[in-house]
Nanobody, 119 residues
Framework: QVQLVESGGGLVQAGGSLRLSCAAS????????MGWFRQAPGKEREFVAA????????NVADSVKGRFTISRDNAKNTVFLQMTSLKPDDTAVYYC????????????WGQGTQVTVSS
């Protein structure tokens, strides 16, 4: 059974930092592209960042570019999202996701972790 478990969320003041982690089990982690998404109250889920299974290249949404960094540790089956210069607009539930194919939808999702940024 595939499990993606996010951690590291919490309450932080604007301008602060948080590091999210997503521990994967039940899948060949190194063979999966990994991504982070977020969903704010009343809004649709949106893409935040993704990291390739092939060359670890990263793709980051314009709204967080320069502030968020995605990375992965295949030895620990974990993907990270380092968030800096946080803004109240970053408040959302953050989800980790995994995808086997190079394109298309993500196959597996975590339960999410809440990030709240106070002004």
């Amino acid at each position: 059974q595939v499990q993606l478990v996010e951690s590291g969320g919490g309450l932080v003041q604007a301008g602060g930092s948080l590091r999210l982690s997503c521990a994967a089990s039940g899948l060949a982690f190194s063979n999966h592209h990994m991504g982070w998404f977020r969903q704010a109250p009343g809004k649709e889920r949106e893409f935040v960042a993704a990291i390739s299974r092939i060359d670890f290249s990263a793709n980051v949404a314009d709204s967080v570019k320069g502030r968020f960094t995605i990375s992965r540790d295949n030895a620990k089956n974990t993907v990270f999202l380092q968030m800096t210069s946080l803004k109240p607009d970053d408040t959302a539930v953050y989800y980790c996701a995994a995808r086997r194919l190079d394109y298309g939808t993500y196959n597996y999702w975590g339960q999410g972790t809440q990030v709240t940024v106070s002004s």
